[in-house]
């Protein structure tokens, strides 16, 4: 059975610093692109960064030069390392891989960024 597990999420001061992990098993995704997505209340689900097999990067505008995303192939596992946090970046964050013409998600991790 194929998963991606994300984990990291909590509770966060508006300017902190938060990791989040999401790893994959049932198959390797060393061969396809990985991507964070997140979804706030009332709001749809967007693109929040993506990583090549290759470790080319795309961050959507709203958190460049704050987010960085990263892969270890070795341990099929994609990481988004969130600095200088804002209440704005308060969501669920998913995890997702599409491999052969099928979409992979993960069940979700809350962040939330609040004094």
């Known amino acids: 059975q194929v998963q991606l597990v994300e984990s990291g999420g909590e509770l966060v001061q508006p300017g902190g610093s938060l990791g989040l992990s999401c790893a994959g098993s049932g198959t390797s995704f060393s061969f396809s692109t990985m991507s964070w997505y997140r979804q706030a209340p009332g709001h749809t689900r967007e693109l929040v960064a993506s990583?090549?097999?290759?470790?080319?990067?795309n961050y959507a505008d709203s958190v460049k030069g704050r987010f960085t995303i990263s892969r270890d192939n070795a341990k099929n596992t994609v990481y988004l390392q969130m600095n200088s946090l804002k209440p704005e970046d308060t969501a669920v964050y998913y995890c997702?891989?599409?491999?052969?013409?099928?979409?992979?998600w993960g069940q979700g991790t809350q962040v939330t960024v609040s004094s």
């Open positions: 990583i090549t097999p290759g470790s080319n990067k």
């Open positions: 997702y891989v599409r491999k052969f013409e099928l979409d992979y």
